[in-house]
């Protein structure tokens, strides 16, 4: 979620930080954490290998294709997501673009507006649905689901 950074990097992991009233025009590469509250105008991409993570807070943007093992959304994505680990797409969070993930965590609210990718965390591969329609429950719909049910995209 939002707040587990120290609990997924530790104390001693490097942030960097895209302040609200700063627009960066260029890709960025980088490691550790990345906080956008800004613009990024390019493309963002984590250090092979590396554990990293980039946090889009909800004021933020990006205009540009963001590969990372973990990402948080709760701002406006315009481009392809690649996430290796754990996507969180935020209640405020809206990609306009393509995602490719292993793990979903989508909140009630939340937008993709593009197709989503499985990827096989095992093997690397991609497997996408041959069947475009994705099943709407209780949660997605904006209402939480029944005890016991779990809000789920069908594909």
């Not at 493309?43 to 590969?67: F, H, S, T, W, Y």
């Amino acid at each position: 979620m939002l707040g587990n950074k120290k609990s997924r990097f530790g104390a001693g992991a490097n942030t960097t930080l895209v302040a609200r009233e700063t627009t960066v025009v260029g890709d960025i590469h980088f490691s550790g954490s990345l906080d956008i509250e800004g613009v990024v105008q390019g493309n963002i991409l984590a250090e092979e290998g590396k554990d990293a993570l980039v946090r889009i807070i909800d004021k933020g943007r990006v205009q540009g294709e963001i590969r990372a093992p973990s990402v948080v959304v709760n701002g406006v994505v315009e481009g392809d997501v690649f996430s290796s680990k754990h996507l969180e797409l935020a209640a405020k969070g809206c990609v306009h673009g393509n995602v490719h993930y292993t793990l979903l965590e989508m909140a009630a609210g939340s937008e993709v507006n593009g197709s989503l990718t499985h990827i096989n965390s095992g093997e690397g591969k991609r497997e996408k649905s041959q069947d475009p329609t994705v099943e709407v429950t209780e949660a997605s719909a904006g209402k939480q689901p029944a005890p016991g049910k779990a809000a789920s995209v069908k594909s």
